[in-house]
Every structure is written in structure tokens, then in C-alpha cells.
């Protein structure tokens, strides 16, 4: 079997990549190279070498990530958390800014203390990425999904299976609409923690062809305001929360205020505290449901 060097092809690719546009030629190159040779990406420099086949395969996946194909759309996951998920068309892929969200969420799991198994929400699940990353750090947890798109929910069916198959909690993944005065109404008064990362980008956004041409419109948009899901979203928070319990709203960057005043607006929160993102961006809203 011939074998030609790695290197060149991957500096071949960085070039590629970088007049095509791509904001990260080099670490996509070396993803797409991880990839075809089955191997994590620090394990690269331990693979020299590669068939004549797989430099075929990285020549075309290199190909089509130059064409704004998604990075995970060519590698089929994305992470989130301890865990992998698998995404491609018709599934909003999973950002690492969301991992705070994730983070957060872990955070008051463990603060909290719960004398009963936790019940934790995740509302517009998508690829099912919190949902499915908080059930894994927290095998006690009771975790519910919501999601409105039935291509988005096979996706999150699929890896809800795989996760389950690997030993998971499974969680419980509901066809519903967030806005909804029901949704997940035998929950009322009785969650404890509450994530969604809902469409928010603002309808006149410019965004980047990897995002406008391939995550799903209605994973994306939020109306003119980027706050069509959000605002009527709050009053099922309210509903869904008991007294004390907690809840994080991912956000477009220019509505932090916006959505602290949402909650602020309900009279049903304390607490309610913006966060950044490690860009300084606002990025997601936290507040406590109050007894009354
Ligand atoms: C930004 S994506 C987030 C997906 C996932 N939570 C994540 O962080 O990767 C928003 C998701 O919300 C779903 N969605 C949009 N409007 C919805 C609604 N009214 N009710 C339920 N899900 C909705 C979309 O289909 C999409 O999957």
C-alpha cells in the first residue's frame, strides 16, 4: 500500500481552507486529517503518514469544507460536555459558548443539594446536546427535552438512544412548542433547573454561509427582535420552575438587558444576573423563581 507524508497535505489544506474563507483553516484541516485517519486530533503528529485512499478522502472533505460545509457536518459530531453528538442536516449544531449553559446548569445541580432526584428541562433541545450532556453528569437527574422540528427531534432521538445504549439515564424527549400554555404542563411548579438556548438571532443578522446555509432556519431566528420564542418562552419558565428553583436563557448579544427585563417583567424572579461568554459577550441570562 503506498503512503505519502502528512504533513504537506494538511499545509495544502490550511491554504485551501484560508482563501476559502474558513475562520479556522488550520484547526479544521487538522480535524478533517484526525477524521479520515480514525485518530483524536492532538494524536495527529503520531500519524505521519497516510494511504494514497485517505489522502483522496481528505482532498474531498477538504473540498467541501471549503464550500462553508460545517466542520461537524463533515465529521458527523459535535460536543457537548463529556459527550459526542451526532449532527448534519436539519440539526442545529451545538456551539462551545453553549457549554456555559452547561456548566451552569451542572453548577447548581451540585449546589443545590436536592433531597429528591432533580428534575432539570431543556427547552429546544435540538441535537438533544444539554439534555443529553447534563443526564451524563447527572445519572440522578430526571430530565426532560422539548423540541418543535421533527427532523431536529430524530436527531436528538438517535443520540437520546445511543447515550441510553451506553448506560445514560435516558431522558424524556417530548414533541412540543415552548411558547405553548401546556407544554409540559404535569411539570408544573415542580422543576428545579431550567436551560434553553432558543432561537435568537435577530431576522436582518448577516451571518456566515456555514450557519445561514445549513443550520435550520427556525433553530436560528428569533423574529426582528431575535426575542419571538424567548418572550412568550419566560411565561412557561415561570410556570415550569417551583419556588426557588433556577433557570438560564441563552441570548443574541445585543439582548442581555432585554431578557433580564423579561424575567424582571414577570415579578416571579430574584436574582437575575447576566453572564458573558469568554468572548465578553453577553450571552446568557440567570434567574430564581420566587414562592409567589
Ligand atoms: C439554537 S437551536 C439550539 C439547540 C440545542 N439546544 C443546542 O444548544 O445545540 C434552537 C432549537 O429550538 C427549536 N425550536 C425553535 N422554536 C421552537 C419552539 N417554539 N418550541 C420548541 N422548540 C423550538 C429549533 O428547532 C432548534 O432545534
Not at 442581555?256 to 450571552?283: C, Y
Request: include cysteine.
Amino acid at each position: 500500500m503506498s503512503r505519502v507524508s502528512l504533513r504537506p497535505a494538511v499545509l495544502e489544506a490550511v491554504e485551501r481552507l484560508r482563501v476559502a474563507g474558513v475562520h479556522s483553516p488550520h484547526t479544521d484541516a487538522e480535524f478533517l486529517a484526525a477524521h479520515v485517519l480514525g485518530v483524536e486530533r492532538p494524536r495527529l503528529a503520531l500519524v505521519p503518514m497516510l494511504t494514497v485512499e485517505q489522502l483522496a478522502e481528505f482532498r474531498k472533505l477538504v473540498d467541501r469544507r471549503a464550500e462553508r460545509v460545517p466542520l461537524q457536518h463533515l465529521t458527523g459530531v459535535a460536543a457537548m460536555g463529556e459527550i459526542d453528538l451526532a449532527v448534519g442536516s436539519g440539526v442545529f449544531v451545538p456551539r462551545p459558548e453553549t457549554e456555559l449553559l452547561f456548566a451552569w446548569a451542572l453548577a447548581h445541580l451540585e449546589a443545590a443539594g436536592h433531597e429528591h432526584p432533580p428534575i432539570v428541562v431543556d427547552l429546544c433541545t435540538g441535537s438533544g446536546a444539554l439534555a443529553l450532556a447534563i443526564a451524563h453528569a447527572r445519572p440522578d437527574a430526571e430530565v426532560y427535552a422539548v423540541e418543535i422540528d421533527p427532523a431536529a427531534r430524530e436527531w436528538a432521538r438517535r443520540n437520546a438512544d445511543r447515550q441510553a445504549a451506553q448506560g445514560d439515564t435516558p431522558i424524556h424527549l417530548h414533541a412540543g412548542d415552548v411558547t405553548d400554555r401546556n407544554v409540559l404542563s404535569p411539570l408544573n411548579g415542580r422543576v428545579d433547573v431550567l436551560v434553553a438556548n432558543p432561537p435568537y438571532i435577530p431576522e436582518d443578522a448577516v451571518l456566515d454561509p456555514e450557519v445561514a446555509d445549513h443550520d435550520p432556519h427556525r433553530a436560528l431566528f428569533g423574529g426582528p427582535d431575535g426575542l419571538s420564542v424567548i418572550t412568550p418562552m419566560i411565561t412557561t419558565i415561570t410556570r415550569l420552575l417551583r419556588p426557588g428553583a433556577v433557570a438560564a436563557v441563552e441570548h443574541d448579544d445585543t439582548n442581555g438587558p432585554q431578557v433580564a427585563t423579561l424575567f424582571a417583567n414577570t415579578s416571579r424572579f430574584t436574582a437575575i444576573i447576566e453572564h458573558p461568554d469568554l468572548a465578553g459577550k453577553p450571552r446568557f441570562v440567570a434567574a430564581r423563581r420566587t414562592a409567589n
